[in-house]
């Protein structure tokens, strides 16, 4: 064994792997955010609330229903990504015109209601989630204990990023949508219905953020405030991989998880805030972010 | 007939407003102040608020002549925002007391702010025993609990039983630093070495990186000097990482029963934890439960609750003593003066630090198959006598004491 820093190299191994499985967390929840301004130029704040709805949706399938993890795996996503649809129907729509301020606002309101009215039933301390049956217990690494939910976590996570990155940039469904979004009313001159794959589109993403909640239930604490913790963090990672686009947002995603890793070894107060300082940086150097594209 | 009755209408009238003059705004107003949205919402939050009301109630206030008003307000654990609030109160709204205060760097800016102005400060909901300590003041009284009384309970009991090496994973701010300072020393007093300590964001999510930290010192129990959402997910994490089942513990230096219920039996038995209070205890806290759920969404009362219980009552009783409430550093001289004696806490007192004085609880999480109904969820395993509880009074540097 050797040494890094004066840190040994087996709980740096260790850390480095904990920071990917965050980084997971950050790249699920930042690819929606992309996915939604990509294509709707909506800044969506209320993804945290979102997030956040998916894990508890999971806990009242477990206790009220008896439907376990895997069914809210599907279930979760499908259920507040319709609530998504509604909400683009009912109030999305109307906004695009205007600048994305408005559209910043209006879904930070949503948040601020969606997360006070749990509160308001649910309390602040949470709700017990258990690790699903199949994926308890964990594998010795050598240099760590990984727990196998955690490692599935990871794998799970990757597949639906590279999906999604391939559905959007590699398929002729990806191309009407990119195409929607450069000019609306040539793509609908080709018969192409808009507003409805607009609409689908803010399901889809936020049908990622319930499933990023239903995958942080076991692990995190399931409580009304438990997006609101995240969603800064997942702001910063779309600020930095460049707003927009996907996959600045899975690689910045996985990549700051690394880097937050490793600050909670070496200072582990600067944690928080490493984050933020590099979006700083990002933003000087290159205000389009890492993988955007200057207008 | 009728100019009898009249008269006597009018005697009363004259009556209750000679005894409502006595009092200086003719309104006794006290302010509830915590975390009403947030990590430590459901520990104090409402409840708090519900639990003076219940206080203001059973003292019959309104049958002694006292007009008495309560107002909340939330201070999102932020310093800057609780100072606000506590100066928009005193200044404008005329607030005689503030109560409770959870997280500790508000806790002691309120209780400066608290000095300043000549009012009262009651703190139930934080833990920092630095209150009656160095920054110990005559106008602050430390009710429920501090994070001295915490270390000393539950560091001592484990190290006693041969856990004798720690690890701290501690929130990154005044509470846990404080926290993990009086249980080092605790532990170091019985014989005990502490490894190493690691300080977290406070609020965090994601613990498995310092949790891990943990594991490499091979210490025999990792203290968690943190509280609230920090402690559930700590403990949740640890418990995913096999922690506890290759060998090492948990020490929960601060948890409430709303963490047990959150994190459920299965993942939360066999913590050991030191309380001020638990609702279970005898009839009279039953009772005080009972009938506070039904007010709270059925969350039961923490001891945070019935510590602003006990604070109110012992405060309106001296207000009642004094017939004025203008000026503070009197009310908290005079609430020094008498011995305290309510339904939840029976019978105590408080120091000349500010420090009120009464047993501490060693509880241990009972096991799924234990427990017989919801919140039903402590074994007690040692009462902590009160003149053992709480730090000495000449350690604590308060410059109230003398000699």
């Known amino acids: 064994m050797f040494e890094i820093f004066g840190i040994p190299s087996q709980a740096l191994f260790g850390q480095l792997l904990l920071g990917l499985i965050n980084g997971s967390f950050y790249a699920l929840l930042s690819l929606g955010l992309a996915v939604i301004f990509g294509m709707l130029n909506i800044i969506n704040f209320a993804h945290g609330a979102q997030y956040m709805m998916g894990a508890f949706v999971a806990y009242f399938l477990l206790s009220s229903a008896g439907l376990n993890y895997w069914v809210a795996l599907i279930v979760a996503p499908l259920a507040i990504g319709a609530f998504g649809v509604l909400i683009e129907r009912v109030l999305l729509k109307w906004i695009y015109r205007l600048d994305h301020l408005y559209g910043l606002l209006l879904t930070f309101g949503l948040a601020l209601i969606i997360e006070g009215v749990f509160r308001n039933y649910f309390g602040s301390s949470g709700l017990p989630y258990r690790v699903p049956e199949l994926l308890q217990g964990g594998q010795n690494l050598g240099f760590m204990f990984l727990p196998n939910y955690r490692a599935w976590v990871v794998v799970f996570s990757l597949i639906v990023c590279l999906t999604t990155w391939f559905v959007i940039e590699r398929t002729k469904l990806g191309s009407y949508l990119r195409a929607a979004t450069e000019n609306p009313a040539l793509v609908r001159a080709f018969g192409i219905n808009v507003p409805r794959m607009i609409t689908l589109t803010y399901g889809f993403g936020v049908a990622l953020a319930a499933l990023a909640g239903v995958m942080a239930a076991p692990i995190y604490n399931v409580s009304p405030q438990m997006g609101a913790h995240l969603i800064i963090v997942v702001f910063a990672v779309v600020v930095i991989g460049g707003m927009g686009s996907i996959m600045g947002a899975i690689v910045t995603g996985f990549g700051l998880g690394l880097i937050e890793g490793l600050t909670k070894v070496f200072f582990p107060e600067a944690s928080n805030t490493v984050i933020f300082i590099i979006m700083a940086i990002v933003l000087l150097i290159r205000p389009a972010g890492l993988f955007g594209r200057s207008t | ?403």
């Open chain 2, 1 to 403: 007939m009728k100019t009898l009755r009249n008269l006597a209408v009018l005697g009363t009238i004259l009556a209750s407003s000679s005894a409502f003059a006595q009092y200086t705004d003719g309104l006794i107003k006290i302010g509830v102040m915590n975390d009403m949205s947030g990590t430590y919402s459901d520990l104090s939050g409402q409840g708090s608020v519900i639990a003076a009301r219940m206080a203001v109630e059973d003292f019959g206030a309104v049958a002694k002549g006292m007009k008495v008003e309560i107002v909340g307000a939330d201070h999102q654990n932020k310093p800057d925002v609780g100072s606000n609030v506590v100066r928009t109160w005193i200044d404008r709204d005329q607030v005689d007391v503030v109560v409770d205060v959870p997280t500790s760097s508000v806790a002691l800016a309120v209780s400066e702010i608290a000095r300043d102005k000549n009012k009262v400060f009651l703190v139930s909901g934080a833990g920092a025993s630095d209150l009656t300590g160095a920054k110990c003041s005559p106008n602050t009284i430390h009710w429920t609990y501090d994070t001295w009384a915490l270390g000393n309970g539950t560091g001592a009991a484990l190290v006693k039983a041969g856990s004798n090496t720690w690890f701290f994973l501690t929130a990154d701010y005044a509470f846990g630093h404080a926290l993990e300072r009086d249980t080092a020393a605790v532990v170091e007093k019985n014989g005990g070495k502490v490894l190493g300590r690691v300080r977290h964001p406070f609020p965090g999510t994601d613990f498995s990186s310092f949790l891990l930290q943990a594991q490499a010192s091979k210490a025999k129990i990792i203290g968690l000097a943190n509280a609230g959402s920090d402690t559930i997910n700590s403990i949740k994490q640890a418990s995913e990482f096999g922690i506890v089942s290759s060998g090492q513990n948990l020490a929960a230096l601060l948890a409430f029963i709303t963490d047990v219920h959150a994190l459920g039996l299965q993942t939360a038995q066999g913590l050991i934890m030191t309380e001020a209070w638990y609702w279970d205890l005898n009839d009279a806290n039953r009772e005080f439960a009972k009938k506070f759920a039904p007010q709270n969404r059925g969350v039961h009362p923490t001891m945070v609750h019935a510590g602003v219980y006990s604070a109110v009552t012992h405060y309106l009783k001296a207000v009642h003593e004094l017939k004025s409430e203008a000026d503070g550093k009197a009310v908290v001289a005079k609430m020094k003066s008498m011995p305290t004696d309510d339904k939840l806490f029976g019978k105590g007192e408080i120091r000349a630090d500010g420090r009120k004085i009464h047993p501490m609880y060693l509880f241990e999480v009972k096991k799924p198959s234990e427990s017989k109904a919801p919140w039903d969820y402590y074994k007690l395993r040692a009462t902590i006598p009160a003149d053992q509880a709480f730090r000495p009074l000449k350690d604590g540097g308060c410059p109230l004491v003398g000699g």
